[in-house]
């Protein structure tokens, strides 16, 4: 019996951690898109979030982790609805043209986290998935109207490299494209390439 109480503040400290690192996350999430990761101190972060810095520091050591576990959220969340739409979209050229966008969005949202990471970023096993959704797709349309076939694994580097942030903050701060002409360019290189 007097084990029940230390059960139940061990469940409630659990439940306080958990809170307290979804809402640090949040916060940093706010407080980075409207500032840049550069402009906000972790002293900021937590004390937006309405917690000690020991709380802070106890969930992530430094912003890298912090920044880190931010892109990681966010590269799960497109997973799980990828792997959700890939169940109920037959097609996949339309789910390539999808898929395209979604990860163009991912990039446009995480910009600043990605910037970070240098060329290591483009094989990271996260990014990785990335490209090996494109191949499983291009291998899964019928290019036999063609007349001659198109090296799959060129062309799934090519729209691979376009999803790179380096590429994307190329186009939005050098030519003044906005992230839905990037998009539209995914759908229109897509379908030449597809018809």
């Given at each position: 019996?007097?084990?029940?109480?230390?059960?139940?503040?061990?469940?409630?400290?659990?439940?306080?951690?958990?809170?307290?690192?979804?809402?640090?996350?949040?916060?940093?999430?706010r407080l980075f898109d409207e500032q840049g990761?550069?402009?906000?101190?972790m002293s900021a972060v937590a004390e937006a979030?309405?917690?000690?810095?020991?709380?802070?520091?106890?969930?992530?050591?430094?912003?890298?982790?912090?920044?880190?576990?931010?892109?990681?959220?966010?590269?799960?969340?497109?997973?799980?609805?990828?792997?959700?739409?890939?169940?109920?979209?037959?097609?996949?050229?339309?789910?390539?043209?999808?898929?395209?966008?979604?990860?163009?969005?991912?990039?446009?949202?995480?910009?600043?986290?990605?910037?970070?990471?240098?060329?290591?970023?483009?094989?990271?096993?996260?990014?990785?998935?990335?490209?090996?959704?494109?191949?499983?797709?291009?291998?899964?349309?019928?290019?036999?109207?063609?007349?001659?076939?198109?090296?799959?694994?060129?062309?799934?580097?090519?729209?691979?490299?376009?999803?790179?942030?380096?590429?994307?903050?190329?186009?939005?701060?050098?030519?003044?494209?906005?992230?839905?002409?990037?998009?539209?360019?995914?759908?229109?290189?897509?379908?030449?390439?597809?018809?």
């Amino acid at each position: 019996m007097n084990d029940l109480p230390m059960l139940n503040q061990s469940r409630a400290n659990r439940s306080d951690a958990a809170r307290n690192r979804e809402l640090l996350l949040q916060t940093a999430r706010r407080l980075f898109d409207e500032q840049g990761v550069d402009a906000v101190p972790m002293s900021a972060v937590a004390e937006a979030a309405g917690v000690g810095k020991g709380t802070l520091y106890r969930h992530f050591p430094n912003k890298a982790v912090l920044c880190e576990t931010l892109i990681h959220e966010a590269q799960r969340d497109l997973q799980e609805r990828t792997f959700v739409k890939l169940r109920q979209q037959p097609d996949p050229a339309v789910m390539l043209h999808w898929f395209l966008r979604e990860v163009s969005v991912f990039v446009y949202a995480n910009a600043a986290f990605l910037r970070t990471g240098g060329m290591e970023i483009m094989i990271h096993p996260a990014h990785g998935w990335w490209r090996q959704t494109i191949r499983a797709l291009l291998g899964r349309i019928d290019f036999s109207h063609k007349p001659t076939p198109p090296d799959l694994d060129v062309l799934t580097d090519v729209l691979y490299l376009m999803l790179d942030v380096r590429v994307q903050a190329f186009q939005e701060s050098v030519r003044g494209w906005d992230l839905a002409r990037i998009q539209d360019g995914f759908d229109s290189l897509l379908d030449t390439l597809i018809h």
